[in-house]
Structures are given as structure tokens and as C-alpha cells.
């Protein structure tokens, strides 16, 4: 049919004329200028990130290797508790040994010199003993920390120009520190003791394996809670629910707890888990609680995003063949929309690995050395950690800081390439 | 407006009425979708709905198996038998209803999963097969059944969505049927294939015919005249005439069917 009614084609344009050439032009710029806009973003937002690698690297990466000292240690049968092993004069022992390495030096410079020693160094030399108790009698060559003045000393940290006074270690130190490099008996292998030990309030000997392990239970805790109920929740909201006042209600509710601040689910956790349910204080267990309450809205809008994403074909293709709502639900639609959640949980699980301020409301910050061993003692969290140890006067605590942030972000990334390929494995089942 | 009834009656012995349709009103919300639609549907006989866009063809198609009881805003009236039992009886259960009445869609929709396990589910979940022989049996015929089985024997482990789209629609055809199904609905089941598939479908269609009550919704009246034995025009959400395609196509009794088969309205 021909449209007889319609306006009349316009006469023949001229495609060439100044006007239209200058409509190009424009045009062109301002494609030119969103380009270059994304790309000053991406600029800026890579140099940053870069600017903070760089100096938490710089920074940090002195905590990576811990300075030792090597040292000849007579296990005297006389100083030993045959009864208690354990409870043997180590301390004497290791006076005994600094002796020996400077026989020359008086007893108040053999104590100065001493302090090189970290106290852990007694520690170490009891536990070799207790491991292999024929040791006793012998004499033992064992590597252990130096304190953390000249842990400090040995990367350069210290300026021998300072006048004495000013300085943490003294020139009979320095001179004796001289003496073991001379010996060759000082080194600094890596420093496996910031993933090894737990925490201690000697940077030299302070580790991050209780936060490691606390990180751990309470993730897990965390992910075991919210998962299956974020997901119960999320098809119930979306494909069981009546859509009516009630649920727009909830519906409102879930979206705004998404934003409540962490430090009012620390309040809960308190009065709720804490003082009335009389869960432990610290413990794993009642961190990843909190944290659940804080990732049940990322996860739930997560898992309503993916279901609702997938394809109203495949739904009907179930019913068609007679299969229920259930079937329906847990046959395909969930697996289909499992990427989405678990991009949604890997999400809600990496803001719970780096939360702290709930944590310090229920004591998760607490002067923890021992490692926990499970979900109920008290632990802290690597956040929780670093900022016990950013609050610490101790020099050496200052790069172990850094570090252990280092090692947050390790964890973090490690955690996404997991997610990542799960993801991907789910996805393969086409 | 003409009565369909009457022109219903008068061609249709009753033992041979596989379902049938009393005064079936459907409203989507505030909107009267479907009026007054009475229609008998016989077994093993092609059945073509044909009508404009809009005319409630595929509304009152997915009533036949109660798929419109998942559309919340939905609701439908009147009386719809099959076998002269009421499928809107509290009694019934929809879900074993669907796997009596087959649906097959508009757009190639098989699961994400392989050939076999496409075909397979719908036995599965209703319990067909008890041993996997049975199942691999119930799987074969209804894949011959749909003439996809020569070109899937030696894949059936692949995933169903990497077949192509005449292939794909056969697949669902068979998955449809696996569940020995008395009536196969098909809602424009060739709308999104080529020309050749087109045809396949078609073929495919005249052979189910020996074991099925088929109901098609079709745009395309060609097709309807091509596979069908009885018509039913829709127009505006009212059926305004079904008989034998012949007489439909022929010699309409209705103005509008007759404007709309030469193609001056829709």
C-alpha cells in the first residue's frame, strides 16, 4: 500500500554543507571526550590503587623477613627439671650461652648484650628440648629471633649517628650485634613466624596465625548461616510470596538493612548473643552470627536478582511437562540462577572477611596468644588484628601492620579466584 | 454473533470428543481476555486455532492444561472437560494434568542439560521408568516419535541447547510426548524455524496425529490448512467459528473469518 498521506520526502539534502560538516564535528568530540573521561577514571582509580600497594609494600616488606641470630646452647643437666622439663632454668641457660659468646664482657654488659636475644629465644630452645629430650647434656646450635630493637638495627632502621641516648640500642650493643655479623652467626631468612605464630606483644615473635584461624571459623560460621537462609529466604520472596503489603514490607526492609551501618549489628550482637543469649565473648562463632545478619541482605537481593534473571521459558518448559513448583524451583531454575548467587555470596562474604567494627564490640579484639581451637574460644580476625597491632607502640609493629594487611588482601584475592572459578563450573553445565 | 455450539455440534460425534470447552471466560486482571468460548476437541485430530494477535488463541490454548494457573493475575471460568472428567475440579492436580496434556512452545525452550536428560526428565519426576532400561527405552521411542532420533543416537549426551532451532523444537516435542501425554498443545511451535524446519515440524505433526490429540495455535493459515483437520477462529477474545479446515477455509460462514482468511483483517 502506498502511504499517500504522509508528508512528502524532503527535497535532496546536502551532505556536504558547512552546517552538517560542523554536526559531524561536534559529534565527534564529544565521543572523543567520554572516551577520554572513562579513560581518566580508570587512570585515576588504577593510580590509587596503586599508590596504596605501593606503600603498604614499602612499608611492610621488612616484616617478611625477621632478623635471627644464631647461638650455642649448652643444655646443662644441672639446670634442668628432670620431673618438668618444661619448668627448667631455660633463663639461665641463655645467660649461660651469652657468657660463653663474649667471655670478656662484665655482667652488667653480658645483661645488656642479652637483650639482643628476643624473649622468646628461652622458648625456643625449651621447645627443641622438649622435642628431642636426649639434647640434655649436649650442646644445642639453634637459630632464634633477635629482640626487635635489632631486628630494627639489622634493616637499617637505626642511625649509628643518633647520639646514644636518643637511640634503643646502645654502642655495647651495637658493638656486640657487630661482633655475631663478623661471626656470621646474624641472618634474616624469611619470616615465617607472621603466618606461623600467634599473637604476641613482641613484634618479633607476633603472628598472625590466630587471626588466621579466628578469619576461619568465623567465615565459616558466617557462610554456613547465611547461605542456606539467605537462599530460603530469597525463593520464598520470589517465587512462593504472595505479592501483597506484607511482602513489600519485608521486601523495604531487606533493602534497608543492606545499609545499616556495621557498627549497629555490633550493638545487636552485644545485647542480643552476648548479654542475653550468653554466647562466649570473642568467640568465632558469635563474629560470624553477626556478620550472617550483615550478609543475609546482600545475599538475599543477590539470589532474587539471579532468579528472577532466569528465563520464563525454562519455567515453563518444567510446568509443561508437569513438573511442580518445587521441581520447578530446585531442578532448574536455582542451578541456573546459582552463578548469581554465589557471586552474590562471594560479595557479601568478602565485605564479612574485612569487617571490624562490629567485632570490636563483641570483643574481638582482645590480646589473644594462643590459636583457637574452634569456633567457641576467643579469637581475633585479621582486621580485628591489624588494628591491635596499628595501635601497638612497638616499632617493628609498624611494618608487621602493613604486612598483615598485605596478607588480608591475599586472602581476599584468593577468596574472588575461588568464587571465580566456581562460578565458572557452575556456568560450564551450559 | 454466530453460534459456535451449534456449528461445533453438528459435525462431532460425542465418543470421539477427547475435551471439551463450555463457556470458558478468562480474565487477565481488569481485562476480559477470553468470552464465552465453547469448543469440543477431538482425539487423534489435528486441531488449528488460528485468529489476529491478541484474539486469545494461545489464552485459551494454555487453559487446556491449566498453564494459566501460574499467571497470579489469571482467572478462568467456566467448564473445560477431559475425558469428561472436570480439569478444574479441586481434585485435580494441575501438575499431573500437565503431564497428560503435553505443551509445546512458541520459542525452542530445552533445558540447559543434555539430550537425554531433557527427554528423560518428565518420566523421571513422574516416575515412569523404574530401571534405567526403561527409562533409555521411554527416551528412544519418544525421540523417534519426534524423527529427531537418527540425527541424536550418537550424541545423547549432549547439551540440548547446541542443537539447532528445528532440531531443538523437535527435542521438546519429544520431551513433551515422553510423558505419554492423551493431548500435545503447541503454541505456535514454528514461529521462531526456517522454512525446512518449518516443514519437519509439519510432517512430524500429521504423525503424531495416530497417537495424539494435537492442538495447535498457528499465524500462519497456511499451516493451519495444511496440518489440521478441524479450525476454530478467534477473534477479540470470542471464538467466532470452528469446523472442519476444508469448510473454514472454503466456505466460511462468518464475515469476519471470511475478512480475515483473505487476509483484510489482522
Known amino acids: 500500500m502506498t502511504d499517500s498521506a504522509g508528508p512528502a520526502p524532503a527535497a535532496h539534502r546536502d551532505w556536504n554543507s558547512p552546517a552538517y560538516a560542523a554536526n559531524v564535528a561536534r559529534r565527534r568530540r564529544g565521543e572523543r571526550v567520554l572516551k577520554a573521561l572513562g579513560l581518566t577514571s580508570i587512570a585515576i582509580a588504577l593510580g590509587f590503587l596503586a599508590l596504596m600497594l605501593a606503600s603498604l609494600v614499602a612499608t611492610g ?35 649461660d650461652t651469652i657468657e660463653t659468646m663474649f667471655p670478656d664482657a662484665d655482667r652488667a654488659t653480658r645483661r645488656e648484650i642479652g637483650d639482643l636475644l628476643s624473649d622468646g629465644a628461652q622458648y625456643r630452645v625449651r621447645d627443641a628440648v622438649l622435642a628431642d629430650p636426649s639434647l640434655v647434656g649436649q650442646t644445642l646450635t639453634i637459630k632464634v629471633p633477635v629482640s626487635d630493637p635489632f631486628d630494627q638495627l639489622h634493616k637499617g632502621l637505626v642511625d649509628r649517628a643518633t647520639p646514644e641516648e636518643n637511640r634503643r640500642v646502645t654502642d655495647v650493643q651495637i658493638a656486640a650485634y657487630d661482633k655475631l655479623v663478623a661471626e656470621d652467626r646474624i641472618g634474616s631468612p624469611l619470616n615465617w613466624g607472621i603466618v606461623g605464630n600467634a599473637d604476641s606483644r613482641f613484634p618479633e615473635l607476633a603472628g598472625l596465625k590466630g587471626a588466621l584461624v579466628g578469619t576461619f571459623w568465623l567465615l565459616l560460621t558466617c557462610f554456613a548461616i547465611s547461605f542456606p537462609v539467605g537462599i530460603g529466604v530469597a525463593i520464598y520472596l520470589e517465587e512462593f510470596a504472595p505479592k501483597n503489603r506484607l511482602s513489600d514490607f519485608i521486601e523495604v526492609n531487606i533493602n534497608n538493612l543492606a545499609a545499616v551501618p556495621s557498627v549497629v549489628f555490633g550493638l545487636l550482637a552485644l545485647a542480643v548473643f552476648l548479654n542475653w543469649f550468653g554466647l562466649p565473648r570473642g568467640a568465632p562463632f558469635v563474629g560470624g552470627l553477626t556478620l550472617a545478619l550483615m550478609s543475609l541482605p546482600t545475599i538475599i537481593i543477590a539470589t532474587r536478582a539471579a532468579l528472577k534473571a532466569v528465563p520464563p521459558s525454562i519455567r515453563e518448559a518444567a510446568l509443561g511437562v508437569g513438573a511442580s513448583k518445587q521441581q520447578v524451583i530446585f531442578h532448574h531454575v536455582l542451578p541456573l540462577a546459582m552463578p548469581g548467587v554465589m557471586t552474590g555470596t562471594i560479595i557479601a562474604l568478602a565485605g564479612a572477611i574485612g569487617e571490624t567494627a562490629p567485632l570490636l564490640l563483641i570483643g574481638m579484639n582482645a590480646f589473644i596468644t594462643a590459636v583457637p581451637d574452634g569456633a567457641f574460644s576467643a579469637a581475633t580476625t585479621l582486621p580485628t588484628q591489624i588494628f591491635i597491632w596499628a595501635d601497638s607502640p612497638e616499632r617493628g609493629f609498624v611494618s608487621r601492620t602493613s604486612a598483615a594487611i598485605l596478607i588480608l588482601l591475599a586472602v581476599l584475592v584468593v577468596m574472588n579466584a575461588l568464587a571465580i572459578y566456581l562460578r565458572n563450573r557452575f556456568e560450564r553445565r551450559w | 454473533m454466530l453460534d459456535a455450539k451449534v456449528l461445533t455440534e453438528r459435525s462431532v460425534t460425542a465418543d470421539r470428543i477427547k475435551m471439551s470447552a463450555r463457556d470458558v471466560q478468562v480474565h487477565y486482571g481488569a481485562k476480559h481476555a477470553l468470552k464465552d468460548v465453547s469448543v469440543d476437541i477431538l482425539d487423534r485430530t489435528v486441531t488449528a486455532f488460528i485468529g489476529p494477535s491478541g484474539c486469545g488463541k494461545s489464552t485459551f490454548l494454555r487453559c487446556l492444561n491449566r498453564m494459566n494457573d501460574t499467571v497470579d493475575i489469571a482467572r478462568v471460568e467456566g467448564d473445560i472437560k477431559l475425558d469428561g472428567e472436570d480439569i478444574y475440579a479441586p481434585a485435580i492436580d494441575p501438575v499431573q494434568l500437565r503431564a497428560r496434556v503435553g505443551m509445546v512452545f512458541q520459542k525452542p525452550n530445552p533445558f540447559p542439560k543434555s539430550i537425554y536428560d531433557n527427554v528423560a526428565y518428565g518420566p523421571k519426576i513422574h516416575g515412569l521408568a523404574s530401571t534405567k532400561a526403561d527409562l533409555d527405552g521411554l527416551v528412544e521411542t519418544a525421540l523417534k516419535r519426534a524423527a529427531l532420533w537418527n540425527e541424536v543416537k550418537d550424541r545423547l549426551a549432549d547439551p540440548g541447547t547446541g542443537l539447532s532451532g528445528g532440531q531443538q523444537q523437535r527435542l521438546c516435542i519429544a520431551r513433551a510426548i ?18 525446512i524446519a518449518t516443514a519437519q515440524i509439519e510432517e512430524l505433526i500429521d504423525d503424531l496425529r495416530a497417537n495424539f490429540s494435537v492442538v495447535i495455535v498457528t499465524h500462519s493459515m497456511q499451516q493451519a490448512a495444511r496440518v489440521s483437520q478441524r479450525t476454530a477462529f478467534f477473534h477479540l477474545g470470542i471464538l467466532v467459528e470452528y469446523g472442519d479446515t476444508p469448510a473454514i477455509f472454503t ?7 471470511e475478512s480475515y482468511i483473505t487476509g483484510r483483517i489482522g
Not at chain 1, 628432670?82 to 619448668?87: C, E, F, M, V, Y
Open chain 1, 61 to 95: 616488606y621488612q616484616a617478611f623477613t625477621q632478623t635471627h641470630v644464631t647461638i650455642d646452647v649448652a643444655i646443662d643437666p644441672a639446670m634442668i627439671e628432670a620431673d618438668d622439663l618444661a619448668k627448667s632454668n631455660w633463663r639461665g641457660m641463655m645467660g
Open chain 2, 178 to 195: 515422553a510423558t505419554g501425554p492423551e493431548v500435545l498443545l503447541m503454541d505456535e511451535p514454528c514461529s521462531s524455524l526456517d522454512p
Open chain 2, 251 to 257: 466456505n466460511p460462514k462468518d464475515p469476519r473469518t
